[in-house]
């Protein structure tokens, strides 16, 4: 059984940074791309990164690039999404995910399996 877990989140303000972390477990996580995506309320949930199996190729939602760095340790199980310049639009729950397949692709959705979630919030 696959579980998420993520952890980092909490209060910053604006132009600030936060390091959120999600460790795997329950199948062979160096084999499966991961991704985190955000919902911030009344809104849908959106796409934020994703990052193939490997390491070697990572993708980013439009509103991000050049701020945040998704990143992943396959030895440790881990994620990770570094974010800095944080504004208040990126106030969220964000949530980490992990495919079935090896690479991602937009087709693919937002994940397969899914955490609880960790709150950010941006203040002004």
């Known amino acids: 059984q696959v579980q998420l877990v993520e952890s980092g989140g909490g209060l910053v303000q604006s132009g600030g940074s936060l390091r959120l972390s999600c460790r795997a477990s329950?199948?062979?996580?160096?084999?499966?791309?991961m991704a985190w995506s955000r919902q911030a309320p009344g809104k849908e949930r959106e796409f934020v990164a994703a990052i193939n199996w490997s390491g070697g190729r990572t993708y980013y939602a439009d509103s991000v690039k050049g701020r945040f760095t998704i990143s992943r340790d396959n030895a440790k199980n881990m994620t990770y999404l570094q974010m800095n310049s944080l504004k208040p639009d990126d106030t969220a729950v964000y949530y980490c995910s992990q495919y079935t397949g090896s690479n991602y692709f937009p087709a693919r959705g937002l994940g397969d399996y899914w955490g609880q979630g960790t709150q950010v919030t941006v203040s002004s």
């Open positions: 329950g199948r062979t996580f160096s084999t499966y791309a």
